[in-house]
């Protein structure tokens, strides 16, 4: 058996087009909608609590940026008023140095940052639960030491039968 339609006659052709010029016409409305609203959504929160941070390239770029210009910005009371011009003169040369090789990597690979914030998250996130059910289990085993009589004391009790 052939899993071919049968043809249809060019009546039926007619409102069928129609039909799909109205779908058509639906889902342009139906994304135009959407990216309205998003764009409202997006205007309030701009408004509500300031301009999203960026990307993680971007913001370590900042960071390099102002970490520079503080280090450059740096007086040298150590090294007196006659070395002192020599030692910001390093320093910048040093800091211009830093920038230009942190620049390409960050220019070719800007969605590492983004990964690697997003790890840094996720490993945050299962540090705190560790800590958090160890804290219960400590927690826990004080307040069952408490209620039959006994001092927790420093250690732990061990049972040698």
């Known amino acids: 058996m052939s899993e071919e339609l049968p043809p249809s006659d060019a009546g039926d052709r007619e409102p069928v087009d129609s039909v799909d010029e109205v779908r058509a016409t639906d889902a342009d409305a139906w994304a135009t909608a959407v990216a309205e609203d998003l764009a409202a959504e997006k205007a309030r929160r701009r408004t509500q ?69 997003a790890a840094g998250g996720e490993l945050l996130a299962a540090y705190r639960s560790a800590v958090q059910a160890q804290e219960q289990r400590w927690s826990r085993r004080d307040d069952t030491l408490r209620d039959r009589g006994e001092d927790p004391g420093p250690g732990e009790r061990i049972d040698l039968d």
């Open 49 to 117: 609590y300031g301009p999203p941070p960026g990307s993680a390239a971007e913001e370590l770029r900042k960071l390099v940026d102002n970490v520079a210009e503080k280090l450059s910005g740096l007086q040298s009371p150590l090294l007196g008023g006659i070395a002192g011009p020599a030692a910001q003169q390093v320093v910048k040369q040093v800091v211009q140095q830093a920038k230009a090789a942190v620049e390409p990597v960050i220019e070719r690979n800007p969605d590492v940052f983004d990964h690697l914030a």
